[in-house]
T-cell receptor
Framework: AQTVTQSQPEMSVQEAETVTLSCTYD???????LFWYKQPPSRQMILVIR??????QNATENRFSVNFQKAAKSFSLKISDSQLGDAAMYFC????????????FGTGTRLKVLA | DGGITQSPKYLFRKEGQNVTLSCEQN?????MYWYRQDPGQGLRLIYY???????QKGDIAEGYSVSREKKESFPLTVTSAQKNPTAFYLC?????????????FGPGTRLLVL
């Protein structure tokens, strides 16, 4: 069975600095997708970035980028030029293509941004 | 605007009562999901549906029931058999084809037991 692990329950970053959130996963599938979702205090889940496993190039969305290491089964999120609005829970998620149609979520990392 | 709506935002349940959480989407998505979120435990899958009139149990289906009579609607009933229903409930949807893997979420319903 697939698993997703976020080993950092909480992280802090100074405004305008860079922070990296960690995520590791375990799977026997060769084709899958990985996601980072943001959950601000409003509790609305917002898609931050997605990565297709067969693409070697790391995904980037403005200030957000990932470091995808397929062999190591690692999928970290880097937030550059951190802003106060980045403060939220961040969830790493996995979706396989084997037909189970289920997403596997990590337990989340709470990011605090210090002014 | 296209999106997913959940109602109510807050719901109170009395002991022994069944309550139903609404989830509606106008994205023309085939697949819909229900998750439960407790503090420190991330999201746990309750039920999911890939097409109308079909649904599957997730990891914590006991004490819950669903129906999928219409493509745009996937209501969740929390029955009296669910002994600890206090949680935040999130509904999500996905377009449905294998190439459309991204999941989108509604704003959630907070369920509290009186």
């Amino acid at each position: 069975a697939q698993t997703v692990t976020q080993s950092q329950p909480e992280m802090s970053v100074q405004e305008a600095e860079t922070v990296t959130l960690s995520c590791t996963y375990d799977t026997s599938e060769s084709d899958y997708y990985l996601f980072w979702y943001k959950q601000p205090p409003s509790r609305q889940m917002i898609l931050v970035i997605r990565q297709e496993a067969y693409k070697q190039q790391n995904a980037t969305e403005n200030r957000f980028s990932v470091n995808f290491q397929k062999a190591a089964k690692s999928f970290s999120l880097k937030i550059s030029d951190s802003q106060l609005g980045d403060a939220a829970m961040y969830f790493c998620a996995y979706w396989g293509t084997s037909g189970t149609y289920k997403y596997i979520f990590g337990t989340g990392t709470r990011l605090k941004v210090l002014a | 605007d296209g999106g997913i709506t959940q109602s109510p935002k807050y719901l109170f349940r009395k002991e022994g009562q069944n309550v139903t959480l609404s989830c509606e989407q106008n994205l023309n998505h085939d697949a819909m999901y229900w998750y439960r979120q407790d503090p420190g435990q991330g999201l746990r899958l309750i039920y999911y549906s890939q097409i109308v009139n079909d649904f599957q149990k997730g990891d914590i289906a006991e004490g819950y029931s669903v129906s999928r009579e219409k493509k745009e609607s996937f209501p969740l009933t929390v029955t009296s058999a669910q002994k600890n229903p206090t949680a935040f409930y999130l509904c999500a949807s996905r377009l449905g084809s294998n190439s459309q893997e991204t999941q989108y979420f509604g704003p959630g319903t907070r369920l509290l037991v009186l």
